[in-house]
Every structure is written in structure tokens, then in C-alpha cells.
T-cell receptor, first 111, second 117 residues
Framework: DVKVTQSSRYLVKRTGEKVFLECVQDMDHENMFWYRQDPGLGLRLIYFSYDVKMKEKGDIPEGYSVSREKKERFSLILESASTNQTSMYLC??????????FGPGTRLTVL | AQTVTQSQPEMSVQEAETVTLSCTYDTSENNYYLFWYKQPPSRQMILVIRQEAYKQQNATENRFSVNFQKAAKSFSLKISDSQLGDTAMYFCAFMPTYTGANSKLTFGKGITLSVRP
């Protein structure tokens, strides 16, 4: 089974802090994604990566950056957290036959 | 750009009955995939069913089936013999078929389904 893990299920940070959300997969998938999920808005793509050190902006990249130094790990970085970044963050990978596999999510609260 | 619309925010169904969740999409692409994902309360999102646009036959996975109407750009999910474990948020999603970096999912806003005992 594909396993996608995220470093924290729940995280509480203060405004202005730098926040790292980590995602690790064990299936050697090239494509990895970061989404945020908000009530009434569904899932919105923040950034994705199709290879090591490669990244592309999604639909809502402002206020975020990413890092992909190794194939299995894709990090989402909030350089200076703000209250409007309080959300559920989901990491996903995409297999060769275009199925996406999701991690359990990180519920981030920014105070 | 593609859009996916799920117009019903929530639905309720009695256990053992059948329920249909609606989804429409808009695209200029001819080749694409459509998906239904399920997100149970506090649990991981999982794939329920997928449909390739070039296939005329509707996809089926056990109690889950789709009604894919390509001309109408409609992709509904039918759940037969509903079970309590079907209670979840369901997302419809679209992805163009072309490979490469731009092949990414566009999601609808989701529908919350409650199965009543």
C-alpha cells in the first residue's frame, strides 16, 4: 500500500512564526502536491512538484514556499504565518496511472 | 481552465437506501479523467471510483457506480445499499489526460453525506 505521512496531525503557531509542514511518501512517486482544505471551498492547490528540486505554483501560492530536496519528501513552508493561513493542509502523491494518494492532513491553527 | 461544480452542500440518506451525488464540470479538453474521492470524518481521503472520458461504459466499484454523460459534462455518483460507513465528505475531481507537470486535479467544493441508521 502507498503510504503518505505528514509530520503533525495538529499544529498551533503564532502569527509571524516560520512553519514547516513535512510530507513523506514511500512509493517512489515523482509527483507530489500540497493542498489546503477550507469549509465551502473544497481543496485548493498551493504548490506541486514533479521531480526533485522542481516545483510549480498552484492556484494559491501566495504566502507559501516549498522544498523538494529528496524524491520522497516534500515540504511546505509558511515564511511568516498569518491567521488567514489557519486551515487543513493535505499532501498527496500521484501514481503512474494518475491516481492521487493523500496523507492524513495537518490541521494548522495560527493565533 | 477547468471548473468542477458540486451544487449540493449536503445530503442525507437512510441506511440501505440508494443516493446519488451530483457533479458537473466544464472543460475544453477531450481527454480526461474524472474521480470521486471520499473523506470520512477525521480520516484520510481515499479514491472511490474513476472514469476515463474515452470510455463509454460507466465505471462500477461494488456498491458505487457513476453516470457519466460526456456531452452534458455530468458525472454523478450512485451509492447503493448505503451503509453507516459511507458517511463522509465526497469530492468530485477532474484531471486532463496529458502527461507531465501540468496534469493536476481540480476539485469541486465537496458534499457532506450523512447515512442515518
Amino acid at each position: 500500500d502507498v503510504k503518505v505521512t505528514q509530520s503533525s496531525r495538529y499544529l498551533v503557531k503564532r502569527t509571524g512564526e516560520k512553519v514547516f509542514l513535512e510530507c513523506v511518501q514511500d512509493m517512489d512517486h515523482e509527483n507530489m502536491f500540497w493542498y489546503r482544505q477550507d469549509p465551502g471551498l473544497g481543496l485548493r492547490l498551493i504548490y506541486f512538484s514533479y521531480d526533485v528540486k522542481m516545483k510549480e505554483k498552484g492556484d494559491i501560492p501566495e504566502g507559501y514556499s516549498v522544498s523538494r530536496e529528496k524524491k520522497e519528501r516534500f515540504s511546505l513552508i509558511l515564511e511568516s504565518a498569518s491567521t488567514n493561513q489557519t486551515s487543513m493542509y493535505l499532501c498527496a502523491t500521484k501514481s503512474y496511472n494518475n491516481e492521487q494518494f493523500f496523507g492524513p492532513g495537518t490541521r494548522l491553527t495560527v493565533l | 481552465a477547468q471548473t468542477v461544480t458540486q451544487s449540493q452542500p449536503e445530503m442525507s440518506v437512510q441506511e440501505a437506501e440508494t443516493v446519488t451525488l451530483s457533479c458537473t464540470y466544464d472543460t475544453s479538453e477531450n481527454n480526461y479523467y474524472l474521480f470521486w474521492y471520499k473523506q470520512p470524518p477525521s480520516r484520510q481521503m481515499i479514491l472511490v471510483i474513476r472514469q476515463e472520458a474515452y470510455k463509454q461504459q460507466n465505471a462500477t466499484e461494488n456498491r458505487f457506480s457513476v453516470n457519466f454523460q460526456k456531452a452534458a459534462k455530468s458525472f454523478s455518483l450512485k451509492i447503493s445499499d448505503s451503509q453507516l460507513g459511507d458517511t463522509a465528505m465526497y469530492f468530485c475531481a477532474f484531471m486532463p489526460t496529458y502527461t507531465g507537470a501540468n496534469s493536476k486535479l481540480t476539485f469541486g467544493k465537496g458534499i457532506t453525506l450523512s447515512v442515518r441508521p
